[in-house]
């Protein structure tokens, strides 16, 4: 096979946590990774942050006219001083129910391209849903590439410990990512943000800090057990959450102290890690962690205490755990401007490897608009 060109990408990510936009560069084929560059963050503003957090859960019928400007603003202030040929924009996720109403990434790439004068990625998520899919996790097929630049040898998991949580089991060995067994990833459960939402309303801040909190608690064992009795945790993978699909953790924990309630919630996220375990098809020799959770110490001390397998920040293996879903979208974007698959069977639940998106190019009319081949077997 001939080999590919490689392009400077740049991905952005701005995740259910709704603390900021994060930005990376990634230069690949859409295969293999060559190099991984610049990167970037761009917080919300208290006054941003209200503006999202009144947005979730809304679809595309809704007045979103104020929410858009902070996402579309948001975006090519951290965008602008990076250097790169294509862009890869996730897009705000507001509401995602992929058996019913679909999915909705607030964002429109036709006005980052116009503003940013490079071609952008977007609307990653909707052929796959539209085919069948869960739409979510996308990051998977990011992380089998990632596999590969560590030099991975056996099946290891890699786990986004985002607002919502998600795991991906990698079998290295893979010749690609949509080869039928090389990848198998769904939604564990929710990880910060109900911790997150706990922490706004209890004590005005925007995160349990280190777990300092949760670390002076006590975890309630009923409370626990009642959110683990929930029917989605029966559910064979892949499956995907939205972000408030568990919002009766908070009922759960409403009569605790603010400590054990930060603690009930903690282990709350780390059991439905566990659990979800029970799904890969061979022990993981290892499972990295990537997302904000893994700069909490209580969850990862819990994690550990219960899995068998050694359990580590990604920067045990020399990636970058603030930036990874960023560089996912980075490596998407070139696979949506190659044509291949972005998607498959074991990672989203999709009949057949898919590959969504639309490319918006800063000189173009809307219905010039390039979009990606939707479908196909690569």
Known sequence: MMRQAQIRAVGAMSGTSLDGVDAAVVVTDGVTISEF???????????????????????QDA??????????????????????D????????????????????????????????RPVVWDFRSADVALGGEGA?????????????????????????GGVGNLTWVDPRAAKPETPGALLAFDTGPANAPLNDLMRRRRGQPYDAD??????????????????????????????????????????????????AA???????????????????????????TGGGRKNPVMMDMLRAGLDCPVEPVEAAGLDGDMLEAQAFAYLAVRVRRGLPTSAPGTTGVAAPVGGGQVSRPDAMPAEQETGRRAGKN
């Open 37 to 59: 560059g610049a990167r970037a963050y761009r917080p919300y503003s208290e006054v941003e942050s209200v503006v999202l957090h009144a947005a979730l859960g809304q679809w």
């Open 63 to 84: 007045d979103l006219s104020e929410a858009a400007d902070v996402v579309h603003r948001a975006h090519i202030d951290v965008l602008t001083g990076l250097d790169a």
């Open 86 to 117: 294509l862009v890869g924009f996730h897009g705000q996720t507001l509401a995602h129910d992929p058996r019913g109403r679909g999915t909705h990434q607030l964002g429109d790439g036709a006005v980052l391209a116009e503003a940013l004068g």
């Open 137 to 161: 996790p996308l990051a998977p097929f990011f992380h089998w590439a990632c596999a590969q630049w560590i030099g991975a040898k056996e099946p290891l998991c890699f786990l986004n410990l």
């Open 211 to 260: 777990g300092a909190l949760a670390r002076q608690g006590l975890v309630e064992d009923g409370a626990l057990e009642l959110f683990l009795g929930e029917p989605y945790f029966r559910r064979m993978p892949p499956k995907s959450l939205d972000r408030d699909d568990f919002s009766l953790m908070l009922d759960l924990v409403h009569e605790l102290s603010d400590a054990d």
């Open 263 to 289: 603690a009930t919630m903690t282990a709350m996220a780390a059991s439905s890690v566990m659990v979800g375990m029970e799904h890969c098809p061979k022990p993981p020799a290892r499972l990295l962690v």
